[in-house]
C-alpha cells in the first residue's frame, strides 16, 4: 500500500508527471476531436443531403455514440483544471466568449437530433436539421479558434490564425465523418458521401499549409519552430496518409479510411503540442512546469488515470462492438 | 451588471437548470434496472413497457444534462478564474475523476442501454442498465465531495505563491471524505429518488384518474397502475427517510456552518431555547425580505430550534447573526427556502401515508382526492431539491471555501461586466427554450403513452435469427 507520506515525497515511479499529464491532456482532446469529430462530420454532410431517410440514417449512425464521444471533452477539460489550473482558468477566462460559442454549438448539436424525432411535420424538422449542421459545423470550428490563439497566445478572440486553425479541424471532421458514415450507413446514404470526404481531405491538406504559413509568421521564433524534425515527419506523414484515405475510401476500405483520419487527427493534435512545449499559455510564457499542481495531487490523479482510463477503452470497445457493422434509421429507439 | 454578480447570477441560473436533469437520471436509475430485471425474467409485456417508457424519458433528460452539465465545468474557468487558480489542487482532481470514473460509464453504456436492445444478449443488455445507473450515481459522489469539500474544508494548508493564496492538498482523506460528504450525498440520492417517485406517482394518478374516476377507458390502464404502486412504494421509503436524514443535517449543519444555520432560522441574536416555526407567517410586509425571527408571528415549537441544532437539547444556544464578522448571507432567501423545502417535505410524508392506507384498504384507484393531490404534487419534489440547494448555496455565502475565499474573490479577474452580462442574458434565453422544449417533449413521451401491442418484444413471435443479428458480443440466450 502506498502511504500519503510516500506520495508527498516524490512523483510516481520518478515519472517526469508535468511531461506525462500535457502529452495525456492532449491525447484526450485529440481523441474527443477524432471520435466526436466523425460526429460532427456526420452533421456537417447531414446539411448536404437530400433525403428525410438519408438525414435520418446520418443521426441513426451517430445516435448511440455521441454522448460518450463528447464526454471525453468533459474529461480533456478536468484533465486541464486538474493538472494545471492556472493555465485552465487563464486560458477559459481569457478567451470567454469563445468557451461560450463552444458551448452553445455543443447544446444545439446534442439537442437537435432529439428533437427531431419528436413531431413529423416539416417545418419543425427543417428547423431542427439547420439546428443539428449549425452545431455541428460550428462546434469545432470555435474550438479551432481557440486552438488557434491559444497555440500562439493571442489575447483576443477573432484572429488569422483563430480562423485557419477553425477550417482546418472543421475539413477534419468531415474528412472522419465521411468515413464514418460510409462505414455505418452506407446503403441508405449516396455514394457522393465519399467524393466529399476526398474533397475535404484535399481541403484539409490545404488548410494545414495555411496553417502553417501563418503560423511562420506568428510565432516568435518564426519558421525555425516549424523546421522541428517531428513536425515536418508528421506534416509530410499527413500527406501520405491523405492519399491512403483517398484510396481506402475508393476501395471501399471504410474502416481503414476512418483510422486514418484517426492518425490524422492525433498527428495534428501532436503537432499543436510541439510547437507549444514546454510552454502551456504561451499569452503568459507560463510553463508547464510552472503551472503543474503539487506532487500529491498529482500523483493521486497519475494513480486514478491510470486505472479509469483502461477501464474507459473498455466501455468503448464494448460499445462500438455491440454497435459493429451497418446501423439503419428503423434501429432508432 | 457588475462582472462579479453577473457570474454569480449566471453560475445560479446554469446550476438550477442543470439539476434538475441529473435529479430526474439518478432517481430513475434505480426503478430502470428494477425494470430491466423484471423485463427480462418475467418477460411480462407490463415491464417491457415500464422500462422502455421511462427510459425515453431518462435519455432525454441525459442528453440535456450532458449538455448543460459541460457548461458548468468550463465556468469554473471562465467565470470563476482566480476559484480555480487557488483551488485546483482540490477541486480539479474530483471533477477530472467523475469524468473518468463516472460520466464515461453512463455515456457509453447509454448507448446500448437506449439503443441496443436488439443488438446484445439479455446479460449485456441487463449489464448495461446496471453501468447506467451506478454512473449516475458514482457521478454524484465525485460532484458532492467538491461540493462538499467547499462547505467544510479539510485536509488542505493554504500557501502564497506570486501575491496568491493557493490551497495545497495535504490529507486526502480528509479532505475528500469531509464531514458534509456523507450528509450530502445521502440527502440528494434519497430526495433524487422521492423526486422521480412523486413524478411518475403523479403522471400515473392522472390516468388512473381518468380511467377509474372520470370513467374513460385507457388501453395501458395496467400500465399506469403499475406504475402508481411502484412509485408509492418509492414514496413510502422515501418520504419518512429524507426527513429523518434531514434532521441530522441540519444538526451537522449547526455545528460546521453555525452562520448558515443563524440564516435558516432567521436568528440575529445570540439566543438560547430557540423555538422553530414549523408555520411562519411575516406580520408585515418588511418582514417577508427582512425576516427576524422574533418579530414573525408563527407556530413554533418550543425550542426546536436549539434542539434541532445541539441534537436534544431545547435550551441549547444558537449563535446569533450579529455575531459573526463577515456579513450575512441573503437571509429572506434562506430562512424561506428552508422554510419551504421542509414544509414540503411533511406532506411528501403525508401523501404516501394517505396513498399507502388508501393501498392497504383497496381504493388507490378511486379516491379522487388522492390523485389530485398526486398530480399536483409531481413537480413538488424537484421544487424542494432547488430549494434545498438554494439554502446551501446561499445559505453560505459570503464564502465560497467556507472560511477560506469568498465567492466575489473568485470571480476571473479580467472579466468585463458587458461579457459577463452578454453570457448571462444569452443563458436565459437559451435555457428557457431548453425548459420549454423539454417540457414540450416530456409532456408529448406521457401524452404518447407507452409502447405497446405487436411493437412490444414480448408480443412478438421468438425468432432464432432477428432482423439485424447480435455481433460480436451476443450472449448465450
Do not use: C
Request: without cysteine; hydrophobic residues 50%.
Amino acid at each position: 500500500m502506498i502511504s500519503v507520506e510516500g506520495l508527498t515525497a516524490g512523483p510516481l515511479f520518478g515519472l517526469p508527471l508535468p511531461e506525462v499529464w500535457y502529452g495525456l491532456m492532449f491525447t484526450l482532446l485529440a481523441t474527443f476531436l477524432f471520435l466526436d469529430g466523425f460526429d460532427f462530420g456526420a452533421g456537417a454532410i447531414y446539411g448536404l443531403l437530400d433525403t428525410d431517410r438519408q438525414r435520418e440514417a446520418v443521426l441513426a449512425a451517430v445516435g448511440p455514440f455521441w454522448d460518450g464521444n463528447e464526454v471525453w471533452l468533459v474529461v480533456f477539460g478536468g484533465a486541464l483544471f486538474a493538472a494545471f489550473p492556472a493555465a485552465y482558468a487563464g486560458l477559459f477566462s481569457r478567451h470567454y466568449l469563445l468557451m461560450f460559442a463552444i458551448l452553445g454549438a455543443l447544446i444545439i448539436r446534442g439537442l437537435a437530433p432529439e428533437m427531431y424525432e419528436q413531431r413529423h411535420d416539416n417545418l419543425w424538422q427543417r428547423a431542427w436539421s439547420v439546428a443539428f449542421v449549425a452545431g455541428s459545423v460550428l462546434a469545432p470550428f470555435f474550438l479551432g479558434v481557440f486552438a488557434g490563439n491559444w497555440l500562439v497566445g493571442n489575447e483576443g478572440s477573432i484572429s488569422l490564425i483563430g480562423l485557419v486553425v477553425g477550417v482546418t479541424l472543421t475539413l477534419l471532421t468531415v474528412v472522419s465523418g465521411a468515413a464514418f458514415l460510409r462505414l455505418k450507413a452506407q446503403h441508405d446514404l449516396p455514394p457522393v458521401v465519399s467524393t466529399y470526404g476526398q474533397l475535404a481531405v484535399v481541403g484539409y491538406l490545404l488548410a494545414v499549409v495555411a496553417t502553417l504559413a501563418v503560423l511562420a509568421m506568428r510565432l516568435p521564433e518564426g519558421i525555425t519552430t516549424l523546421l522541428d524534425p517531428l513536425i515536418i515527419v508528421l506534416v509530410v506523414a499527413s500527406i501520405v496518409l491523405a492519399a491512403g484515405y483517398i484510396l481506402a475510401l475508393r476501395r471501399e476500405q471504410n474502416l481503414i479510411a476512418l483510422g486514418i483520419a484517426g492518425v490524422m487527427t492525433y498527428g495534428l493534435i501532436t503537432v499543436v503540442a510541439r510547437i507549444m512545449y514546454p510552454a502551456i499559455d504561451p499569452a503568459t510564457g507560463a510553463t508547464i512546469r510552472e503551472t503543474i499542481v503539487s506532487t500529491l495531487p498529482l500523483n493521486l490523479m497519475t494513480i486514478g488515470a491510470g486505472l479509469l482510463l483502461p477501464l474507459v477503452v473498455v466501455y468503448f470497445a464494448v460499445l462500438y462492438t455491440a454497435f459493429s457493422g451497418p446501423i439503419t434509421p428503423e434501429e432508432a429507439y | 451588471m457588475d462582472p462579479v454578480i453577473a457570474s454569480r447570477a449566471q453560475f445560479a441560473l446554469t446550476t438550477m437548470v442543470h439539476i434538475i436533469f441529473p435529479v430526474m437520471s439518478m432517481g430513475l436509475a434505480p426503478f430502470l434496472i428494477y425494470f430491466t430485471w423484471k423485463d427480462i425474467r418475467t418477460g411480462k409485456p407490463v415491464y417491457e413497457q415500464l422500462r422502455r417508457f421511462w427510459t425515453k424519458i431518462f435519455a432525454i433528460s441525459f442528453v440535456v444534462g450532458t449538455v448543460t452539465g459541460i457548461v458548468l465545468e468550463f465556468e469554473f474557468g471562465t467565470n470563476f478564474a482566480a476559484f480555480s487558480t487557488a483551488a485546483g489542487e482540490l477541486f480539479g482532481g474530483p471533477l477530472a475523476v467523475e469524468g473518468m470514473m463516472a460520466f464515461m460509464l453512463e455515456a457509453t453504456f447509454l448507448g446500448i442501454f437506449v439503443f441496443g436492445r436488439d443488438r446484445v444478449g439479455d446479460k449485456l443488455y441487463f449489464i448495461s442498465s446496471v453501468a447506467v445507473g451506478l454512473g449516475t450515481w458514482l457521478s454524484a459522489v465525485w460532484i458532492l465531495i467538491a461540493n462538499s469539500w467547499m462547505q467544510t474544508p479539510r485536509g488542505y494548508e493554504l500557501a502564497s505563491e506570486g501575491g496568491q493564496t493557493v490551497v495545497h492538498l495535504v490529507d486526502p482523506i480528509a479532505a475528500y471524505l469531509n464531514p458534509r460528504f456523507g450528509y450530502m450525498y445521502v440527502h440528494m440520492q434519497n430526495a433524487a429518488i422521492e423526486s422521480v417517485a412523486l413524478f411518475m406517482a403523479g403522471v400515473a394518478a392522472y390516468y388512473v384518474f381518468r380511467h377509474h374516476v372520470w370513467g374513460f377507458d385507457h388501453d395501458n390502464i395496467d400500465f399506469w397502475e403499475t406504475t402508481l404502486k411502484i412509485a408509492l412504494i418509492a414514496l413510502l421509503i422515501t418520504a419518512p427517510l429524507q426527513a429523518f436524514h434531514g434532521d441530522m443535517y441540519g444538526r451537522h449543519v449547526a455545528e460546521t456552518q453555525p452562520q448558515k444555520f443563524a440564516a435558516m432560522e432567521a436568528v440575529w441574536e445570540t439566543d438560547s431555547y430557540v423555538p422553530e416555526y414549523i408555520v411562519a407567517a411575516p406580520t408585515n410586509l418588511d418582514s417577508i425580505t427582512d425576516p427576524r425571527a422574533k418579530e414573525l408571528f408563527g407556530i413554533g415549537i418550543p425550542g426546536g430550534a436549539s434542539w434541532l441544532a445541539s441534537g436534544g437539547d431545547p435550551t441549547a444556544e444558537i449563535t446569533g447573526l450579529n455575531e459573526f464578522d463577515t456579513e450575512a448571507p441573503p437571509v429572506a432567501i434562506v430562512f424561506w427556502a428552508f422554510r419551504a423545502m421542509v414544509g414540503m417535505g411533511f406532506w411528501f410524508i403525508l401523501l404516501s401515508f394517505w396513498g399507502g392506507y388508501r393501498w392497504y384498504k383497496g381504493e388507490l384507484f378511486e379516491d379522487g382526492l388522492l390523485h389530485k393531490a398526486l398530480m399536483g404534487s409531481s413537480l413538488l419534489g424537484i421544487v424542494a431539491v432547488e430549494l434545498g440547494w438554494v439554502v446551501t448555496e446561499v445559505g453560505r455565502q459570503p464564502w465560497v471555501i467556507q472560511g477560506v475565499m469568498k465567492t466575489s474573490e473568485g470571480v476571473s479577474p479580467g472579466l468585463t461586466g458587458l461579457e459577463a452580462t452578454a453570457t448571462f442574458a444569452g443563458f436565459v434565453g437559451l435555457y428557457s427554450a431548453l425548459l420549454i422544449l423539454y417540457g414540450y417533449v416530456v409532456a408529448r413521451i406521457i401524452r404518447n403513452g407507452p409502447p405497446g401491442g405487436d411493437d412490444l418484444r414480448t408480443n412478438r413471435e421468438p425468432s432464432p435469427t432477428p432482423e439485424s443479428p447480435a455481433v460480436g458480443v451476443a450472449d448465450d440466450d
